[in-house]
């Protein structure tokens, strides 16, 4: 159980694209979903935490009109990347949780190629 | 955000137990520690999570000492697919009724066969 799928797992398009990554929880109602960015050799940084039926939630230094954030449903988030150019380059990982009292579980991330 | 220390390497013998130690000396009384992998060009998988008591499940146990300021995770019988970089996250408020992770460097588990 705790299903998290992330699609598309890889991604390569050129400078000025806009660029979507859905999030889905397969096998429970995500309440809460989650987006990270993973730069080589690094570990994850929070991006932003969305509720559903909410406006998102933003990390200081992340920009919100850069990084559009859609949780319309308990199984879906969405995450545009507007405008992209190479230094979005990264590993964009999602997560969901079920509830307070629930640990988040992962997507397998989706890897952004910015040429 | 309570901080954790972790080592930044190990390793483990293949079916010896493997003992990933975690400081979190600054904890408070209601934050969880939880426990992830993460292998390489995956998103973390979830382990094992714990407030006071100790716990286990069928990957992992957890080990919290009776002032809460560290903690072990313990793997019973490493494989080689248990190599990855293993997170101790302290669990925090973030505003509302959100919880978040902060992630850390971790510690990189290597099993040897």
């Known amino acids: 159980g705790a299903v998290v799928s992330q699609h598309p797992s890889r991604v390569i398009c050129k400078s000025g694209t806009s660029v979507k990554i859905e999030c889905r929880s397969l096998?429970?109602?995500?309440?809460?979903m989650f987006w990270y960015r993973q730069f080589p050799k690094q570990s994850l940084m929070l991006m932003a935490t969305?509720?559903?039926?909410?406006?998102?939630?933003?990390e200081q230094g992340v920009e919100k009109d850069k990084f559009l954030i859609n949780h319309a449903s308990l199984t879906l988030s969405t995450l545009t990347v507007t405008s992209a150019h190479p230094e979005d380059s990264s590993f964009y990982i999602c997560?969901?949780?079920?509830?307070?009292?629930?640990?988040?579980?992962f997507g397998d991330g989706t890897r952004l190629s910015i040429l | 955000d309570a901080k954790t220390t972790q080592p930044p390497s190990m390793d483990c013998a293949e079916g010896r137990a493997a003992n990933l130690p975690c400081n979190h000396s600054?904890?408070?009384?209601?934050?969880?520690v939880y426990w992830y992998r993460q292998i390489h060009s995956q998103g973390p998988q979830y382990i094992i999570h714990?407030?006071?008591n100790n716990e286990t499940n069928e990957m992992a146990s957890l080990i919290i000492t009776e002032d809460r300021k560290s903690s072990t995770l313990i793997l019973p019988h490493a494989t080689l697919r248990d190599t990855a970089v293993y997170y101790c996250?302290?669990?925090?408020?973030?505003?509302?009724?959100?919880?978040?992770?902060?992630f850390g460097k971790g510690t990189l588990l290597t099993v040897n066969p």
């Open positions: 997560s969901a949780s079920g509830g307070q009292d629930q640990p988040q579980h």
């Open positions: 600054t904890i408070s009384g209601n934050e969880y």
């Open positions: 996250i302290v669990r925090s408020w973030s505003g509302g009724s959100n919880y978040k992770l902060t």
């Open positions: 714990g407030l006071k």
């Open positions: 969305s509720n559903e039926g909410s406006k998102a939630t933003y």
């Open positions: 096998d429970f109602q995500a309440t809460t």
